[in-house]
C-alpha cells in the first residue's frame, strides 16, 4: 500500500481511467490511514507518517474525479465509508491533507451523498478557490499541484449548495474559471481541453449567482467576447455551457434564440437506449445468466464486487439463434469498461512504469 501510494504505477493523467481497477481494499486502507492524525509534519522524510497521509488522501481525491462517471467507484466509495471520513479531515493540521478532504466531500456530494452537518463551508470555498487561481497560474497551492479541470470540476461541485455557489460568486473563482477559460481554450494540450470543459461547467452554474451575473456584466465586454467564441465550439459541453450562461445573463440574447429555433427545425429523435438492473442474492447466478444471455460459454466467475455494466445491442429474433449482442469496442473486440482498466493497469505494470501511449502491449495481454 505504501509503495504504491508514494510511488504509484501511473502518472497523474492516465490515472483517471485506472481508478476503477484499484481493489476497494486499496481506497479502504488508503482512507483511514488519512484519519490517523496522531503524527508529526515532517516532509522530508519520505517515508513518515505525513507523508503517507498526504499521498494517501491524494490517491482518494483522484479516485473522486472518477465518481460522476464510474458507478463502480461510486459503490467502492460508500462501501468504504470514504465520504464520512473525508469529510472529517477538513480541519487536519495538515493542510495538504485537509484541502484534500474538501476537494473529495466536493465530488461526493456531487454525486448525491448529503453535504454533512459539520461541512465548513467558508474554509472549502476560499481553499478550492485559492487550488483554482494556482492552477490557472501553473503554480502550487499548500505544495501540490492542482489541475484546472480538477479544481474546475469541484467548484461544479460545489455550486449544487446554495450557500456554497453564493460564496464562490464574490470568492474570486468567476474570475479565475474566465481566465482559465481565455488562456487555454486554443491550446491542443488534452488536460487543458478538459480544464475549460469543466470550467466552462462550472461557470454555467455561477452564473445562477446574482452576484456572479453582475459581475459578468460589468465586464461584459470580455465576457460576451470569449462567450460568443465558446458558442462555435466543436465540444458539446462547452458550447451547452456558453449558451447556457448567456441565457442567465440576457434571456433574449440572439445567439440563444438562434440555436433555440435551430433545435426546433432539427426536431426530436427517439432514445433507443434503456437501463436494466439485474439485482438479486449474492452467489445466485446473476453474472452466468448474462453470460448466458450474451451466448457466451459457461464459466466460474468470482463474485461481483460492487456491480458490473455492460453494453448491449439487441439483434432482430428472426434468426432465432441470438437475442442480444454484445458492444464491442475498437477493431470489433468484446471487452468490459472494468477488463480493459486492469489491462491498462498490467501494461503499465508490465512496460516499467512507462506510460503506454498505444494500445499494442494492452491488446496483447
Same mark, same amino acid.
Not at 493523467?13 to 481494499?25: E, I, Q, V
Not at 460589468?218 to 450562461?245: F, P, Y
Not at 437506449?273 to 457466451?296: D, H, P, W, Y
Not at 470489433?332 to 494500445?359: C, D, F, I, P, W
Given at each position: 500500500?505504501? +509503495? #504504491?501510494?508514494?510511488?504509484?504505477?501511473?502518472?497523474? +493523467?492516465?490515472?483517471?481511467? =485506472?481508478?476503477?481497477?484499484?481493489?476497494?481494499?486499496?481506497?479502504?486502507?488508503?482512507?483511514?490511514?488519512?484519519?490517523?492524525?496522531?503524527?508529526?509534519?515532517?516532509?522530508?522524510?519520505?517515508?513518515?507518517?505525513?507523508?503517507?497521509? /498526504?499521498?494517501?488522501?491524494?490517491?482518494?481525491?483522484?479516485?473522486?474525479? !472518477? &465518481?460522476?462517471?464510474?458507478?463502480?467507484?461510486?459503490?467502492?466509495?460508500?462501501?468504504?465509508?470514504?465520504?464520512?471520513?473525508?469529510?472529517?479531515?477538513?480541519?487536519?493540521?495538515?493542510?495538504?491533507?485537509?484541502?484534500? /478532504?474538501?476537494?473529495?466531500?466536493?465530488?461526493?456530494?456531487?454525486?448525491?451523498?448529503?453535504?454533512?452537518?459539520?461541512?465548513?463551508?467558508?474554509?472549502?470555498?476560499?481553499?478550492?478557490?485559492?487550488? #483554482?487561481?494556482?492552477?490557472?497560474?501553473?503554480?502550487?497551492? =499548500?505544495?501540490?499541484?492542482?489541475?484546472?479541470?480538477?479544481?474546475?470540476?469541484?467548484?461544479?461541485?460545489?455550486?449544487?449548495?446554495? %450557500?456554497?455557489?453564493?460564496?464562490? +460568486?464574490?470568492?474570486?473563482?468567476?474570475?479565475? =474559471?474566465?481566465?482559465?477559460?481565455?488562456?487555454?481554450?486554443?491550446?491542443?494540450?488534452?488536460?487543458?481541453?478538459?480544464?475549460?470543459?469543466?470550467?466552462?461547467?462550472?461557470?454555467?452554474?455561477?452564473?445562477?449567482?446574482?452576484?456572479?451575473?453582475?459581475?459578468?456584466?460589468?465586464?461584459?465586454?470580455? @465576457?460576451?467576447?470569449?462567450?460568443?467564441?465558446?458558442?462555435?465550439?466543436?465540444?458539446? $459541453?462547452?458550447?451547452?455551457?456558453?449558451?447556457?450562461?448567456?441565457?442567465?445573463?440576457?434571456?433574449?440574447?440572439? !445567439?440563444?434564440?438562434?440555436?433555440?429555433?435551430?433545435?426546433?427545425?432539427?426536431?426530436?429523435?427517439?432514445? #433507443?437506449?434503456?437501463?436494466?438492473? #439485474?439485482?438479486?442474492?449474492?452467489?445466485?447466478?446473476?453474472?452466468?445468466?448474462?453470460?448466458?444471455?450474451?451466448?457466451?460459454?459457461?464459466?466460474?466467475?468470482? !463474485? $461481483?464486487?460492487?456491480?458490473?455494466?455492460?453494453?448491449?445491442?439487441?439483434?432482430? =429474433?428472426?434468426?432465432?439463434?441470438?437475442?442480444?449482442?454484445?458492444?464491442?469496442?475498437?477493431?470489433?473486440?468484446?471487452?468490459? %469498461?472494468?477488463?480493459?482498466?486492469?489491462? %491498462?493497469?498490467?501494461? &503499465? @505494470?508490465?512496460?516499467?512504469?512507462?506510460?503506454?501511449?498505444?494500445?499494442?502491449?494492452?491488446?496483447?495481454?
Amino acid at each position: 500500500l505504501i +509503495a #504504491l501510494i508514494l510511488d504509484p504505477p501511473v502518472p497523474r +493523467a492516465p490515472l483517471g481511467k =485506472l481508478h476503477r481497477a484499484l481493489p476497494p481494499s486499496i481506497l479502504t486502507l488508503g482512507a483511514a490511514e488519512c484519519v490517523d492524525a496522531d503524527h508529526p509534519v515532517d516532509d522530508e522524510d519520505p517515508y513518515s507518517k505525513s507523508r503517507v497521509r /498526504g499521498s494517501a488522501a491524494g490517491v482518494v481525491n483522484l479516485m473522486s474525479m !472518477s &465518481l460522476p462517471k464510474s458507478r463502480i467507484i461510486r459503490q467502492i466509495f460508500t462501501d468504504a465509508d470514504a465520504p464520512a471520513i473525508m469529510c472529517r479531515l477538513i480541519h487536519d493540521p495538515d493542510p495538504k491533507v485537509a484541502i484534500k /478532504g474538501v476537494m473529495v466531500t466536493a465530488m461526493t456530494t456531487s454525486v448525491g451523498h448529503r453535504w454533512p452537518e459539520t461541512f465548513d463551508r467558508v474554509t472549502a470555498v476560499d481553499r478550492v478557490t485559492n487550488a #483554482l487561481l494556482a492552477a490557472v497560474e501553473r503554480e502550487d497551492y =499548500l505544495w501540490v499541484k492542482w489541475t484546472v479541470f480538477g479544481c474546475g470540476d469541484c467548484v461544479a461541485a460545489l455550486c449544487k449548495d446554495v %450557500e456554497c455557489r453564493r460564496m464562490l +460568486a464574490t470568492s474570486g473563482a468567476l474570475e479565475a =474559471l474566465v481566465r482559465a477559460i481565455s488562456q487555454f481554450k486554443d491550446s491542443d494540450d488534452a488536460d487543458d481541453k478538459t480544464g475549460v470543459v469543466a470550467s466552462c461547467n462550472a461557470l454555467s452554474r455561477l452564473a445562477m449567482e446574482p452576484d456572479a451575473i453582475s459581475w459578468m456584466k460589468d465586464n461584459e465586454e470580455q @465576457v460576451m467576447g470569449l462567450l460568443e467564441s465558446l458558442r462555435h465550439s466543436e465540444d458539446t $459541453t462547452v458550447k451547452s455551457c456558453a449558451l447556457a450562461t448567456l441565457f442567465q445573463l440576457d434571456p433574449e440574447n440572439e !445567439s440563444v434564440m438562434e440555436a433555440y429555433n435551430m433545435s426546433l427545425e432539427a426536431g426530436s429523435a427517439k432514445w #433507443l437506449r434503456s437501463q436494466i438492473f #439485474l439485482v438479486g442474492e449474492g452467489r445466485a447466478g446473476k453474472t452466468c445468466f448474462l453470460n448466458s444471455m450474451m451466448n457466451r460459454a459457461f464459466r466460474d466467475t468470482p !463474485s $461481483t464486487v460492487g456491480m458490473d455494466g455492460m453494453t448491449c445491442e439487441i439483434s432482430t =429474433l428472426a434468426s432465432g439463434k441470438q437475442w442480444f449482442c454484445e458492444h464491442g469496442g475498437a477493431g470489433g473486440k468484446k471487452e468490459s %469498461e472494468l477488463e480493459r482498466a486492469r489491462a %491498462e493497469l498490467s501494461a &503499465l @505494470v508490465y512496460a516499467g512504469k512507462n506510460v503506454v501511449k498505444s494500445g499494442g502491449v494492452i491488446e496483447e495481454l
